[in-house]
């Protein structure tokens, strides 16, 4: 896999509300690229992405991947992100949901134009939080 320019992560670490994977997003480019592969999965380009592969985001901390999969059934999961395994890497997740879940996640990325944030899981019966966080990048000399 080539070295990504983007400047997005993807961190995984102990909210508040359990274990977080948040997309930490400073440009336009990248949403668009996160946007893209959830329309693909929506589309039914593709059933599963791997971010890794992918090469969109960088990863910050202890995780193995994050995969997306776009599951058959017309009906949501009860659990739609759970932890596949652990490995060296750290754990590798899967996040699942059918086509018009993968639609609603796409147009709540769209809906971030500034600094802000989106909850793309359910959360409640999921293994782990996922959220889209989008922060202004200052450049040097900048007291932000």
């Known amino acids: 896999m080539a070295k990504s320019n983007r400047q997005a992560s993807l961190n995984f670490y102990d909210g508040a509300n359990g274990p977080t994977l948040m997309f930490l997003i400073h440009e336009d480019a990248d949403l668009s690229a996160l946007k893209a592969i959830l329309l693909g999965l929506a589309q039914g380009e593709a059933s599963k992405v791997s971010l890794r592969s992918a090469g969109i985001v960088e990863f910050a901390s202890a995780i193995d991947d994050l995969v997306f999969v776009r599951i058959l059934d017309e009906h949501e999961p009860s659990r739609t992100v759970r932890k596949v395994q652990d490995t060296l890497l750290g754990p590798l997740f899967e996040f699942r949901r059918y086509k018009e879940g993968w639609l609603e996640c796409?147009?709540?990325?769209?809906?971030?134009?500034?600094?802000?944030?989106?909850?793309?899981?359910?959360?409640?019966?999921?293994?782990?939080?996922?959220?889209?966080?989008?922060?202004?990048?200052?450049?040097?000399?900048?007291?932000?």
């Open 106 to 144: 796409a147009e709540l990325i769209e809906g971030i134009t500034g600094p802000g944030h989106q909850y793309l899981s359910r959360g409640s019966n999921d293994e782990a939080l996922v959220m889209a966080c989008r922060k202004l990048r200052f450049g040097p000399g900048h007291p932000g």
